[in-house]
Nanobody
Framework: QVQLVESGGGLVQPWGSLRLSCAAS????????MGWYRQAPGKQRELVAA???????NYADSVKGRFTISRDNAKNTVYLQMNSLKPEDTAVYYC?????????????WGQGTQVTVSS
């Protein structure tokens, strides 16, 4: 069982920045795509960013140009740099393994990290 631990969330003002991290245990991290999902209260969980094992990326239209996903395979860690944050970015953010750049997700979810964008 691979364990995923998200961190880096918190309260930030509009137009502020935040960097989320997801640390994975196990030896399979480097061969799979990884994704960041978010879920706001009363809404479906949505994929906002994904990165392949080789570093190719894909983003939801709502975050394109503002968020950057990256990974450090040596550290078994995936990151989400979030710039120009908006109140509508408020959600719990989760990382997960993906079968490919466009999904589907599989395996364990992390516990999530809360991002709140508010003045």
């Amino acid at each position: 069982q691979v364990q995923l631990v998200e961190s880096g969330g918190g309260l930030v003002q509009p137009w502020g920045s935040l960097r989320l991290s997801c640390a994975a245990s196990g030896s399979i991290f480097s061969i799979y795509s990884m994704g960041w999902y978010r879920q706001a209260p009363g809404k479906q969980r949505e994929l906002v960013a994904a990165v392949t094992s080789g570093g190719s990326t894909n983003y939801a239209d709502s975050v394109k140009g503002r968020f950057t996903i990256s990974r450090d395979n040596a550290k078994n860690t995936v990151y989400l740099q979030m710039n120009s944050l908006k109140p509508e970015d408020t959600a719990v953010y989760y990382c997960t393994f993906l079968r490919s750049l466009y999904g589907p997700n599989f395996g364990s979810w992390g516990q999530g990290t809360q991002v709140t964008v508010s003045s």
